[in-house]
């Protein structure tokens, strides 16, 4: 179960927010919403352990983070929203260096495989320079058919993808939650999970 307790973050002189609580237990997806500048990206990575908060903490079943460290990053995947995405690499060795840097090393079988079924056989050998940002967007969540991890943090999954390709996202995010996995995402785009539990936190 993922924790937070009276969170606060300040950046520079301005307070993004405070005394922000929540729970994600097993099967839970949390949208995290609210205006832009209110602090989403800035809490996404908070719980990735990429930044510290000003105040409160946050815990994974019970132990602050920052005392897990590499056991609790090897339980969390994060996706940020600019994907990550190296030009010059191919599609297939954009996916398994990410996935390497994750600790979650895969064959080139397995992401061939990966990139097949989120739609873009055929264009594994390609540099993603030449995707388009679609594609380039498969590309970073395609390594979520893959992962192992118990926890999804996703910061906007679904920017630059046509309808089939949110529908996929979806597939995917139900079927991680179905197996006791943990989801926190930010969308602009509307997406009705139809087979999980789903909360809201709002961000003002």
């Known amino acids: 179960m993922l924790t937070a307790k009276n969170l606060e973050c300040?950046?520079?002189?301005?307070?993004?927010?405070?005394?922000?609580?929540?729970s994600v237990n097993p099967g839970e997806l949390m949208f995290v919403g609210g205006p832009n500048g209110s602090g989403k990206t800035s809490l996404l990575r908070l719980l990735c352990g990429l930044s510290s908060p000003d105040g409160g903490e946050i815990c994974w079943?019970?132990?602050?983070?920052?005392?897990?460290?590499?056991?609790?990053?090897?339980?969390?995947?994060?996706?940020?929203?600019?994907?990550?995405?190296?030009?010059?690499?191919?599609?297939?060795?954009?996916?398994?260096?990410?996935?390497?840097?994750a600790d979650c090393e895969i064959s080139e079988d397995q992401a061939m495989g990966a990139l097949g079924q989120i739609g873009l056989g055929g264009r594994e050998m390609l540099?993603?320079?030449?995707?388009?940002?679609?594609?380039r967007r498969r590309?970073?969540?395609?390594?979520?058919?893959v992962v192992r991890s118990r926890l999804w943090i996703l910061d906007e999954p679904l920017t630059a993808l046509d309808v089939a390709a949110v529908e996929l996202i979806k597939k995917i995010l139900e079927h991680s939650l179905s197996k006791g996995g943990m989801v926190v995402m930010t969308t602009h785009q509307e997406i009705v999970m139809t087979a999980a539990a789903v909360h809201h936190l709002t961000l003002s």
């Open 61 to 101: 079943n019970g132990t602050n983070i920052r005392e897990l460290d590499g056991e609790y990053r090897r339980t969390m995947t994060y996706l940020g929203h600019l994907g990550g995405i190296k030009d010059d690499l191919t599609a297939i060795e954009n996916l398994r260096i990410s996935c390497a840097l």
């Open 127 to 135: 540099p993603a320079k030449v995707l388009s940002q679609g594609q």
């Open 10 to 22: 300040i950046r520079g002189e301005h307070r993004l927010f405070s005394d922000v609580s929540f």
């Open 139 to 145: 590309v970073a969540l395609a390594r979520l058919l």
